[in-house]
């Protein structure tokens, strides 16, 4: 992982209201914190900023990169909605 790519993801995402520091998300990185919404968040963050990364190398920084970031980020933030949405259906018709 980058550091500093993470670190930025931590910051950028306090805004959002997250309350995570580096050393937690570090922690679930090496498996010994089980991961929690926060965490999620940052990570989700974070892959949407790698993908940016290596969009540059065929895109120019413009509208259509960021655009192509925010399509990762919501994606990932719906796949875990989704998942989790089925797990509780899932326990309720049990």
């Known amino acids: 992982m980058n550091l500093v790519m993470l ?3 931590v910051q950028s995402t306090k805004i959002e209201g ?5 050393d937690e998300v570090l922690e679930v990185e090496a498996h010994s914190r089980k991961i929690n919404k926060d965490i999620q ?3 989700n963050y974070y892959h949407a900023l ?3 990364m290596n969009r540059l190398a065929v895109l120019p920084l413009s509208t259509r990169l960021f655009k192509e970031m925010h399509v990762t980020l919501i994606s990932l933030v719906l796949s875990a ?9 899932r326990r309720n018709h049990s």
């Open 50 to 52: 790698r993908e940016g």
């Open 41 to 43: 968040e940052v990570l």
């Open 81 to 89: 909605v989704l998942w989790r949405l089925q797990r509780i259906f």
């Open 7 to 9: 670190n930025e993801a």
């Open 18 to 22: 997250t309350q995570v520091t580096l």
